[in-house]
């Protein structure tokens, strides 16, 4: 049985990245950047003002105070978009605003604050240094540089700055549509009542969120009786929608549990147990090339296993890089006891004090109460046969 390590290495390992498409720059926000970037521009593009103001010869001013003033008479006033008119000579200046372009002969900017504007002449109460509140052509980015590269996750700082480079529409990795299917004859839809025997179907809606959570695009393909045929029939068209296929349920050694027998029919799977609790009986594998994830039924166990494996699946195949959520120490609030082989992710409350990150476990751990998970914000890491006591570290994760 292979590790959680083992396992994730050999998923990630084979996992394709989806190709590329243009997009838009109002439709881009969230997806990865294919290609790299460089400025065909100087960001800014002028010498420009960063506040409201005077712009002066900084010489004239050396000596203003609030004692002391200093007057300088006011040739023109410059607003933002519009091009200076006049130079500023020696006991000059130009009032200003905010972005619009410096004058030729100014090269400071007093902020209006510490003026006092009478008719044609303004007087100044403070001294600035050369080049003091102006910001500078290609202070941001220069023509030429290479502003980002293949990877590069658009947010909104970089929407912002696809139009700063006067940039329409760029080269992104697709986001993988995912189709979800929950197996099982017990499970019963949101709306319809209950019946002996059946409960309700919570996975396929976790899933769907999980999915959307990872920059993925969800596909509702229902439930999937215990039935070879009709599941067959279920997959087959879930793949012709998606380039990935989510299955919950089915993947133990159940007399009825059927998934095992279609996705061995259809395909080929690469693993189907991995040493970790919750989340032993699972499947990873391909059909027609295209990445097959078997999720245990116990809502918590899918859960957990979507977050170890196929979310950074997903990312992988959407071009992300970072793939991973970072981990750290925290401490342990509780006594914890793994009696298991198995390492065990435990759904915990972690919290931060004194600069340090406590732990503390949500209750019950059983797979089947997804209470534990709703209360959690966290999982940490026991390894198998550990019993470790309050006061000692342990590995752990955020959930979000």
């Known amino acids: 049985m292979l590790s959680v ?11 394709p990245v989806l190709p590329t498409e243009k997009l838009g720059i109002l439709d881009c926000a969230g997806y990865v950047l294919a290609e790299a970037l460089h400025a065909t521009e100087n960001i800014p593009p002028f010498d420009n003002s960063a506040m409201d103001g005077f712009a002066l010869r900084s010489a004239d001013v050396q000596q203003a105070s609030k ?8 040739v023109e006033t410059i607003a933002a978009g519009y091009e200076p008119e006049k130079h500023v000579s020696s006991r000059q200046t130009s009032r200003i605003m905010t972005g619009a372009m410096m004058p030729n002969g100014a090269d400071a900017v007093v902020m209006q604050e510490m003026t006092e504007l009478i008719g044609d002449e303004v007087k100044i109460f403070e001294s600035v240094e050369k080049n003091e509140n102006v910001r500078f052509t290609g202070e941001s980015v220069q023509q030429g540089d290479c502003v980002m590269s293949p ?15 006067n940039c329409a529409e760029v080269t992104v990795h697709q986001k993988p549509t995912v189709a979800i299917v929950s197996t099982g004859d017990e499970l019963t839809p949101i709306g319809q009542p209950l019946t002996p025997g059946k409960i309700r179907d919570s996975n396929r809606y976790g899933i769907y969120a999980q999915v959307q959570s990872a ?15 009709e599941t067959e029939h279920i997959f087959r068209e879930a793949l012709t929608k998606a ?12 007399e009825h549990d059927v998934v095992k027998n279609v996705l061995t029919k259809l395909g080929k799977m690469n693993f189907w147990r991995v040493a970790m609790k919750p989340g032993k009986p699972q499947v990873y594998g391909f059909i027609d090339g295209k990445p097959i994830f078997g999720l245990p039924g116990n809502p918590v166990s899918s859960l957990v296993v979507f977050e170890l494996f196929v979310r950074p699946a997903l990312l992988k195949m959407a071009g992300h890089t970072d793939l991973l959520r ?8 509780t006594d914890v006891t793994n009696r298991d082989g198995r390492v065990n992710y435990m759904r915990a409350i972690l919290t931060k004090q004194n600069g340090e990150f406590i732990a503390k476990t949500t209750g019950p751990q059983g797979s089947g109460i997804l209470h534990s998970l709703v209360l959690a914000n966290g999982l940490i890491t026991i390894p198998a046969g550990a019993t470790l006591h309050v006061g000692e570290t342990v590995e752990a994760q955020f959930l979000h």
Do not use: C, H, W, Y
């Open 151 to 165: 990877g590069k996750v658009l947010r909104p700082p970089e929407i912002s700055m696809l139009a700063s480079l």
């Open 326 to 333: 970072p981990t750290f120490k925290a401490v342990l609030a």
């Open 215 to 229: 920059g993925g695009i969800p596909v509702d393909m229902g439930i999937a009786p215990d039935d070879e045929v």
């Open 5 to 15: 390590e083992e396992a994730r290495q050999q998923m990630l390992d084979t996992i």
């Open 67 to 74: 004692e002391n003033p200093v007057a300088l008479s006011v």
């Open 243 to 254: 380039d990935a296929l989510i299955t919950s349920g089915g993947v133990s050694v159940g």
